[in-house]
């Protein structure tokens, strides 16, 4: 087989796995659905937390950042799936915000105004680097790391599951999407021998392996679940 035969297969595959990665994010997209139904419903936000939106939203805006072509050529579809993730993250941010109490409202809006605020830096500073390398080194190491520091909710669930040995706050389909997108997108940075990508996201395949490991070794016998993920803060 030519050499040109060997990318172009390992081209498809890339493609094959960013579009697969693309789908199965969305089902972590839509899982917060049930919580806003529910603050929605009740017209107030109670004790759920709105950190983890914020937090995604910056997580997906510098993940973005890192996809578009003025950083690294050939990743658009990193580019696409974080577009829709922080879409997702804004709109979910602004419907908490309609339903929060004032004083919670005030701290929220400061938050995201830092979170935007913190991005534009990184999008300007990273325009300030003249070598393509360096520059791609620069937002790599920063996605990596807001990826990875993502993983910190994964890790609380699993100790909370251990503790209980109760799959309460464990949706299985939330389990079931974040080990297919992390393994799609772990697939997508080995093909591209991208390790900003494939590190990350196999830290995450391996935390979704266990969820699921867990899951099913702790499944109460009448099959019932939660289906709200576990976002309440008592602070």
């Not at 300030?128 to 993502?150: E, K, N, P």
């Not at 993983?151 to 209980?164: E, M, N």
């Not at 940075?189 to 996201?201: M, V």
């Not at 016998?221 to 008592?234: A, I, K, N, Q, R």
């Amino acid at each position: 087989m030519s050499l040109f035969g060997v990318y172009s297969i390992s081209e498809v595959g890339k493609d094959v796995a960013g579009v697969a990665g693309n789908i199965f994010a969305f089902g972590l997209f839509i899982s917060p659905i049930p919580t806003f139904r529910r603050i929605i419903r009740n017209g107030s936000t109670e004790m759920f937390s709105g950190l983890p939106y914020f937090y995604s939203l910056l997580n997906c805006l510098i993940c973005l950042w890192y996809g578009t072509p003025l950083i690294s050529p050939d990743n658009l579809l990193v580019t696409t799936v974080n577009s829709i993730g922080a879409a997702f993250q804004l709109v979910y941010i602004i419907l908490f915000l309609m339903y929060a109490e004032k004083a919670r409202k005030v701290r929220m809006i400061g938050l995201l105004i830092a979170i935007l605020g913190i991005f534009a830096i990184i999008l300007v500073g990273s325009l300030q680097i003249d070598d393509t390398v360096i520059r791609r080194v620069f937002v790599g190491f920063l996605s990596c790391a807001s990826l990875i520091s993502m993983f910190a909710s994964p890790l609380f669930i699993i100790k909370l599951v251990i503790r209980t040995k109760s799959v309460e706050f464990m949706p299985f389909y939330l389990s079931l999407s974040t080990f297919l997108m992390s393994t799609s997108f772990f697939l997508y940075g080995l093909i591209s021998d991208d390790a900003f990508i494939y590190i990350p996201n196999g830290i995450g395949t391996v935390l979704g392996i266990i969820q699921l490991i867990l899951y099913f070794y702790y499944k109460s016998p009448s099959g019932e679940d939660c289906t709200e993920p576990l976002v309440v803060s008592y602070e």
